[in-house]
């Protein structure tokens, strides 16, 4: 199943529960190709749910809310994301550096490497934007 169809499908309704929707071919790919099928995910989801006329997202004007109800989407199908915005003046050119080297298309990927390890960063205006992912664990166990 392509990400559009996914996206079109998911995002029709709301979100499913944390973990009810098993995507089977995620265990079947490596991890560079789960990372960016999440990437995919939320470039398509971000356009579908909050995206203008054209399909177009405003990073920087994503709300609290807005990104809760995407990452429901994710929890959905047993995945969860995250967003660090950093405010690029502020940041040292040794930090600017590391952003860039721990990207995921830059760093050694081992069969050991976790998802959480994988980045996308993108500079938009003043901030810097760095995306991971991670395996959703429902820590609502009950007692």
Do not use: H, W
Request: charged fraction near 25%; hydrophobic fraction near 35%.
């Amino acid at each position: 199943m392509e990400v559009d169809d996914l996206v079109n499908v998911l995002l029709l309704k709301e979100p499913n529960p944390p973990n009810s929707i098993d995507l089977d071919f995620t265990e079947q790919i490596d991890l560079i190709d789960l990372f960016e099928f999440l990437l995919a995910f939320f470039t398509e989801g971000t356009k579908k749910l909050f995206g203008d006329e054209n399909g177009t997202v405003n990073l920087p004007s994503l709300t609290d809310s807005n990104l809760i109800l995407l990452n429901k989407y994710y929890k959905s199908f047993g995945f969860q994301f995250y967003i660090d915005t950093k405010q690029y003046n502020l940041l040292s050119s040794r930090e600017i550096k590391e952003i860039n080297d721990n990207k995921y298309n830059k760093i050694n990927i081992l069969p050991s490497t976790p998802l959480k390890k994988l980045k996308f960063s993108i500079k938009i205006k003043e901030y810097i934007y760095i995306i991971n992912f991670d395996f959703y664990i429902n820590d609502n166990k009950c007692k």
